[in-house]
């Protein structure tokens, strides 16, 4: 058993790799040791003879000690070094330095784009997976700076384009990364990959999105993309190699019967030269529970020369289907050593689904390493599919095979000895070993759950009014508890009636704002009028909470008792439509101290894009609060009832959004919660769920207790303590209790996110609140291995790098809400 462990993990770890495998094809590619010859590298302009391209070798201080372009780089500039890598090579990283020249230059480029050509002629533009060309450069004259390339680019010649802001002197050293591409697959078509969107499921994006060559009549033609970048999807297609990408991401998908695949998929591959083709491997998903599998059959067809018709005689094999092991695989097709310059196959459809991740060639031609990977991956698969045997690497392979199962039986024997110290140590030494720093960790002992722990930081027990006025931001050490132990009793004040107080546990008050009681909150704290409760007719209950109920109501001689000049709602003759949140007949003194609380600030808010208080009813019981009526609900039920507009949408009157509404509404709730930020306002519970929808579309923020019926499981309950929308929670409220702006500007990037997926999913949905709270840990630590939300596919990449800076780990490197609605609302068609 324990061979077949070492087996499954070689296995899962080459599976994770294509034919080429990224993580090792990182060799320096010869501007260094010269192995690239001075004639290989050129350049748009040379300021001097001794600062030409032939200079900008990395570590070597020749010449004038880099190469420089001409004059001062302006903005607008397009200067390059060329580079001419000699054959198709596989690029995965770029290293640069600046002008040194033993201290006597100090030129660099803090910033560059890359562009590339397969054949000379046609140039392409380089982006990362996000969409960005730009990479960051240098810093100083002398350190080199390496870039990882994701997506790598299978080049033949490469143009580094250094990038300035402001006009300046540049000068570059540079060393390539990378492999030589044996494949020699200069392009391939498909038609495009298309979307899954299965009830109760997440829509699954299973484009090429790195695909480089032309999007035409849903086809993709002359450019290859992510069926060649090495990268292998997962058995469930859903989960992603990749962060901040969408689900899917790492297949190329195709539904039977749709457009453009009749029972098959078409694909075309061109070579760089003529070659004699043993196989071709397909990386395929085989998710049958989901209707995906590998495909039946396939039939190729070959073309000796571009300028030739495809010969009639075809290659076609038969997969072994296979209804019992879900897991994605490589399909081996025996291309029986036909000579071509272009293939054609046709994959037909096993099941409605097809989904492929990778696709590489064996030709006659030199073998290399790295086509030793996929021998294995056959080998578990399907026993009918016929690869040549393995001559001559056959020894070298089992040596690899040999290493690899020593190397991981040293890893597993230490990874198990850690976990025996650590669990000694834990026994032996109490987690509060820092006499400055008393933590007391607790596992709820009654529950076994996570409860709440007082840390008596000074900076960690100062109330959240305080917080929420920017208090200091202290960095505790949190790296050695669980994030399952470090809640901490500033836990905030989502704390709904039925929760308990925590004082036997630490002596102090659970709740972040300082507990009010009736008597200290007096009438003249609330400075919204008392409208005469029987002038409010019942018309229908909107919601209901653990507080009480929120009805729609007639207000009858609103608009005389409010007065002249004052804004009113759309009104019926004397009445007006309003909103009425009741507090229960039974609710506790908490309870009513917390509606008191909500009326009071409310009172005092007056912004176009925040809910406005008209009126109370508190001389007598139940206490009332009268808002402007919403007439379109909450944010979420908006959304998650509408589809993006289309001509298909118009077609069958489906309910619909468009992009530019999606946008408007990000602006006004940017715009809000500027308005809150400017009072030091801090909200603690922004999510679409709490922002609402007047008839014009006018988004106001709310934040009504009552939603939380509706929307609970949004809401991480602590056995019988606070209620948390963990999901929409900045690390720091989560492990410290700590509410202030800034994480209000994180649950901002998570309600962007919210409405770029049309409400349709939950953030990490495919965590449980456990694994929310674990990934919290992670936010914290930040040694990339947070899981963070995807990029939704409607979302303009611009947008989600705004996302992903409010779920910075640093609170300093979030934007503020006016950074936010100044970033946005360009965007906006007026
Ligand atoms: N649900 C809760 N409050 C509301 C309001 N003000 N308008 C419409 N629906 C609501």
Known sequence: TIMHLFLLLILQATAALGQIDPAHCRYALGMEDRRIKDDDI???????????????RLNREEGDGAWCPEGQLEPSDSQYLQVDLGRLTFLTVVGTQGRYARN???EFARAYRLNYSRDGLLWKSWKNRLGNAVMEGNKNAYTSVINDLHPPIITRYVRLIPVTKLSTTVCMRVELYGCPWEDGLISYSAPEGQLMMPPGYPIASLNDSTYDGVHERRRLFGGMGQLTDGVIGQDDFLVTRQYHVWPGYDYLGWRNDSLGTQGYVEMEFVFDRQRNFTSLKVHSNNMFSR?????????????????????AESVAFKTVLDDRNPSA???TVPLNRRTAKSIRCRFYFADVWMMFSEISFQSGITQTHTHTHTHTHRDTFN???SDPPDDGNTPILIGCLVTIILLLVIIIFLILWCQYVCKVLEKVIPANTDPHYERVFLLDPQYQNPAVLRNKLPELSQSAEASACGGGYA???????TPHQCFHSNAPHYAETDIVRLQGVTGSNMYAVPALTVDSLTRKDISAAEFPRQQLIFREKLGEGQFGEVHLCEAEGLPEFLGEGSPLPDRDGRSVLVAVKQLRADATSQARNDFLKEIKIMSRLNDPNIIRLLCVCVSSDPLCMVTEYMENGDLNMFLSQREIESTLTHANNIPSVSLSDLLHMSVQISSGMKYLASLNFVHRDLATRNCLLDRRLTIKIADFGMSRNLYSSDYYRIQGRAVL???WMAWESILLGKFTTASDVWAFGVTLWEIFTLCKEQPYSLLSDEQVIENTGEFFRNQGRQIFLYAPPLCPPSLFELMMRCWSRDIPDRPTFEGLYQALRPH???
């Open 42 to 56: 050129t350049a748009s302009s040379q300021w001097y003879e001794t600062t030409g391209p032939q200079y900008a």
């Open 104 to 106: 006597s230059g100090n």
């Open 291 to 311: 209707g995906v599998k590998i495909f039946s059959s396939v039939s190729c067809w070959f073309k000796p020369r571009l300028i030739a018709g495809w010969e």
């Open 329 to 331: 695989r490589y399909v």
């Open 383 to 385: 026993a009918s599919t």
């Open 475 to 481: 960095e505790p050490d949190v790296t050695q508890c």
């Open 725 to 727: 929308p963990i999901r």
């Open 828 to 830: 906006v068609n007026q």
